[in-house]
């Protein structure tokens, strides 16, 4: 009796035992992992967006899981790794799908976008369409929504006593750090400057030690990343209203119902405002603050610069790849 009652009784348990082994990791299951690498830092806008507005939209299906300043995947090489299936988000260049899809760099392009306004219009336009399918039939990369970085500057180490930079000759020979890509390293020809390909968690430094004479990047970027510290001067240069995609990987929008779909755009669209809102406000309250650091900030010959700029990119390879049309759609979007 006792024995039949113990078997009995080991029975029920491996019984129990049995299901809950199968019940955890369907739960488990239930909720998939959204990873995100970016070489941006936690307390970057766009990051601050995603984990305070996108996870929450998404967590009821989805665990978000960031990795900050290129610890998960190394700045550049974020979009292969969603194509091969080892990574779900980041948050992408133009400049890197122009690795891949020469015709991006039209939103690459130095004095393109006017506004963080615009680059929303040209993102929601039909124009668009094509780009973003490219990018999903033949990489598996869904462009869910546009972010603004903001306005890239020239920043240097050296003060104005030693460098004044009016116009793009007063750049020649100054070794600008640009990311590394090609449409980058041509946006710094196209300044003026001799650019140097280097990632973003190398930038400080860099500048420090003077292994590069300045970098580009927007004011919000110049203070979360404390570049200030190791910078004399800011031209205020303008010369790319940047943006950046929140990049998606095809296969996991695919396993998603139509519902959850629905969720993830909607996060990735609400971050993606909250963000811009955020960056603007920051940008256009962070003069002040730098200047108290000791930068000087001051504002060149932009006609010249625009101009320059403009020259360099008629008849280049670039603009070879851009697809008939696409540069006056885009223009007519501005204001
Ligand atoms: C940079 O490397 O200068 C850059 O600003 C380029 C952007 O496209 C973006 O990747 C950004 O770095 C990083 O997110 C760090 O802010």
């Not at 739960?27 to 305070?52: N, P």
């Not at 990632?199 to 500048?207: C, D, R, S």
Request: overall charge negative; glycine content about 6%; cysteine-free.
């Amino acid at each position: 009796m006792i024995k039949l009652t113990r078997r009995a009784a080991l029975g029920s348990l491996a019984a129990i035992g049995l299901v809950a082994s199968v019940a955890l990791p369907a739960m488990a299951q239930d909720k998939q992992k959204f990873t995100l690498a970016t070489s941006g830092s936690e307390t970057d806008q766009r990051s601050v967006a995603m984990s305070e507005v996108f996870a929450p939209m998404v967590a009821e299906f989805a665990d978000y899981q960031p990795g900050y300043n290129g610890t998960l995947f190394a700045q550049g090489t974020e979009l292969e790794a969603i194509s091969r299936g080892n990574l779900t988000m980041s948050i992408a260049s133009a400049q890197e799908l122009a690795q891949f899809f020469p015709e991006f760099s039209i939103f690459a392009t130095g004095y393109v976008h006017q506004d963080a306004a615009h680059q929303v219009r040209v993102f929601n336009d039909p124009l668009m369409e094509p780009f973003k399918k490219k990018v999903e039939d033949e990489l598996g990369v869904k462009l869910l929504s546009v972010m603004y970085l903001g306005r890239r500057h020239v920043n240097l180490r050296f003060p104005r006593s030693e460098k004044d930079i009016k116009t793009p000759a007063d750049l020649a020979g100054v070794n600008l750090r640009m990311p590394g890509t090609d449409a980058w390293q041509f946006l710094g020809k196209a300044l003026g400057a001799a650019p140097t390909p280097m990632a973003f968690t190398e930038v400080y430094t860099a500048l420090s030690t003077g292994a590069v004479d300045g970098q580009d990047n927007p004011l919000p970027t110049v203070v979360d990343a404390k570049f200030y510290e190791v910078t004399e001067q800011i031209a205020l240069t303008s010369h790319l209203v940047d943006l950046n995609y929140i990049a998606f990987s095809k296969e996991t929008w695919d396993s998603l119902t139509p519902d959850q779909q629905l969720t993830v755009q909607r996060a990735a669209d609400a971050a993606a405002a909250y963000g811009r809102l955020k960056q603007l406000e920051k940008e256009n309250n962070l003069a002040d603050f730098i200047r108290s650091q000791g930068v000087e900030i001051y504002t060149p010959d932009l006609d010249a610069f625009r101009t320059h700029v403009q020259e360099q990119y008629v008849g280049s390879e670039f603009a070879e790849s851009w697809p008939d049309g696409v540069l006056e759609k885009i223009n007519a979007l501005g204001n």
